[in-house]
């Protein structure tokens, strides 16, 4: 993981701080205090659902912090290329060259791919799939497809990942479909009688498509627009992250650059509606069975706090923009 390069006296000032009686930390905040947040949605409006998310902007002149951009695209796949019933969730993470600027590009492409890695193979697992990715049994389904981009990085970048992507999950909305089956008719000519004036009559013809739900579906249509529909099932169960540093004798949340950097080992915990979802090991440092035990219930605690305010925010960004969406409307019929 990329971190700032800091002196040898920088570092024992700051691990020194950490292990204080009280602790002092830089910024002044307690070891399981966060920085302050700020987050959006709507905010790519060529997506599915999207989000922007901040952690420790400086709330004067709006700058630092870390920052990331999510986005979701919703697109068909047939089971031949390569898709399945239940449907596909794919991650990729991009790193701007300006949040790493002391990165080569070689090494940029590594910590992109190991930041992929963590996000995909947590988001993608099958316990996760939302139920409305389906389409035609069998035949094609939803790829959901989400882009997270860090804009800037000051620090935590696991937590915020997390946080930007059930961000633009929730913000999601999925296309309603409806079957078509193709009905060619039977019988042929044979089947057909003789109307009043005696002219051959089909008494069986019927529509050549038939939009009713059926077991024998060949293709399908939307009965939405592309950026309408409902949302994912399970919205709230996409996971969350609580990153805990380690340092000799205490451990602390929402690292910035410069306490990462002081931090021996990262244990990554991973919650999806209070369960563990997975865990993560960063580091040349070493932890004990019994710390992680500890850490374990400490993480679970503090994720449920993160979701419930998470969740909140996400609640308020829909009226936010339902209200919006309905004084436009207002606005038109004037």
Request: hydrophobic content about 35%; glycine content about 8%; overall charge negative.
């Amino acid at each position: 993981m990329a971190s700032s390069s800091i002196s040898k006296a920088e570092s024992a000032y700051i691990e020194v701080g950490l292990s204080e009686q009280p602790p002092q930390r830089l910024d002044g905040r307690a070891l399981t205090d966060y920085r302050a947040m700020s987050l959006e949605t709507g905010t790519a409006p060529l997506a599915n659902g999207s989000a922007r998310l901040t952690i420790g902007r400086n709330p004067h002149d709006g700058s630092g912090g870390t920052e990331i951009l999510a986005a979701t695209k919703l697109e068909v796949e047939t089971n031949e290329d390569g898709g399945s019933d239940q449907g596909r969730v794919v991650c990729s993470v991009t790193c701007s060259p300006a949040a790493y600027p002391h990165l080569s590009s070689n090494a940029l492409e590594d910590l992109q791919h190991d930041l992929t890695t963590v996000i995909h193979t947590t988001l993608s697992h099958p316990s996760l799939h939302p139920d409305n990715l389906k389409i035609i049994p069998g035949k094609k389904s939803w790829l959901l497809s989400l882009d997270l981009v860090i804009l800037s990085d000051a620090g935590n970048i696991y937590d915020a990942l997390f946080m930007a992507a059930r961000a633009a999950l929730w913000d999601t909305k999925v296309p309603r479909t409806r079957f078509i089956e193709y009905k060619a008719k039977k019988g042929g000519p044979a089947s057909g009688g003789k109307g009043r004036d005696g002219m051959d009559v089909d008494e069986t013809a019927t529509s050549g498509f038939d939009t009713r739900k059926t077991n024998h579906a060949t293709d399908f249509e939307l009965l939405d627009y592309w950026d309408e529909g409902e949302v994912l099932d399970g919205r709230e169960r996409w996971p969350l992250c609580v990153t805990f540093n380690l340092v000799p004798k205490t451990h602390f949340l929402d690292a910035t650059q410069v306490e990462e950097a002081v931090a021996v080992l990262k244990v990554l915990f991973i919650f999806a509606s209070s369960s563990v979802q997975g865990m993560r090991m960063l580091g040349p440092g070493e932890v004990t069975s019994a710390q992680i035990k500890s850490l374990l219930k400490e993480a679970e605690t503090h994720s449920r706090n993160i979701s419930s305010a998470l969740d909140s925010k996400l609640k308020d960004e829909d009226v936010r923009r339902n209200q919006k969406a309905s004084e436009a409307f207002s606005q038109q019929r004037r």
